[in-house]
């Protein structure tokens, strides 16, 4: 596995892991880059993008547009919270680690 890979997966996981942790499980991408700034794992808005993509076509999260704007939000799923709590394995996502 190359190092883009393993920084995706990284990625991934810290996504889920913050929409997770928000009150409706939702987040706009400009709130999450902030939040993956926060924690040490900056990402560009591009990357950040194929990412939520990434997370979307796997059912672990919905994307959508605000409309008149090019702003996007994602929310968790059902699928997407058992992977953020380490309920269920998903390849391409880093485990959480174990408290």
């Known amino acids: 596995m190359n190092?883009?890979?393993l920084e995706n997966q990284?990625?991934?996981r810290d996504i889920i892991a913050l929409l997770e942790q928000d009150s409706d499980y939702a987040m706009s991408e400009l709130i999450l880059?902030?939040?993956l700034q926060a924690i040490g794992n900056p990402i560009s808005?591009?990357?950040l993008?194929?990412?939520l993509q990434w997370l979307k076509e796997q059912g672990l999260v919905t994307v959508k547009t605000i409309s008149d704007t090019d702003l996007q939000t994602?929310?968790?799923t059902a699928l997407g919270e058992d992977a953020a709590n380490n309920r269920t394995t998903v390849p391409g996502i880093a485990r959480k680690p174990l408290d």
């Open 3 to 5: 190092i883009i890979e």
């Open 10 to 12: 990284e990625y991934r």
């Open 33 to 35: 880059k902030k939040a």
């Open 45 to 47: 808005k591009d990357r």
């Open 49 to 51: 993008r194929a990412q």
């Open 74 to 76: 994602a929310k968790l």
